[in-house]
Nanobody, 121 residues
Framework: QVQLVESGGGLVQAGGSLRLSCAAS????????MAWIRQAPGKEREFVAI????????LYASSVKGRFIISRDNAKNTVYLQMNSLKPEDTGVYFC??????????????WGQGTQVTVSS
């Protein structure tokens, strides 16, 4: 089992920045690709970004590419999402998730409980 706990969400004005963190524990998390998925009110979950176990490969949704940066520190078992130039449409619950391989998907083996991000206009 892998346990994931997100933090860092909050309320920010459009154009601002936030950094989300995901602390992982349990099985060897460095063996997993880690991702951020978000869900806006009344909408389905949406892929945001994913990073390979070693950090060499990252993939982003087109809607966040150039504004968000995913990174990981395996020594700290933590994954980050730096979010810049935030827009109101970035509002939603952001989930940390883990799977064995890198893919643009919302299908993951493990999920965190989510952290709310609200961007005001």
């Amino acid at each position: 089992q892998v346990q994931l706990v997100e933090s860092g969400g909050g309320l920010v004005q459009a154009g601002g920045s936030l950094r989300l963190s995901c602390a992982a524990s349990g099985r060897t998390v460095s063996n997993y690709a880690m991702a951020w998925i978000r869900q806006a009110p009344g909408k389905e979950r949406e892929f945001v970004a994913i990073i390979s176990w070693g950090g060499a490969t990252t993939l982003y949704a087109s809607s966040v590419k150039g504004r968000f940066i995913i990174s990981r520190d395996n020594a700290k078992n933590t994954v980050y999402l730096q979010m810049n130039s935030l827009k109101p449409e970035d509002t939603g619950v952001y989930f940390c998730a883990a799977r064995s391989t890198v893919a643009v998907t919302t299908n993951y083996d493990y999920w965190g409980q989510g952290t709310q991000v609200t961007v005001s206009s």
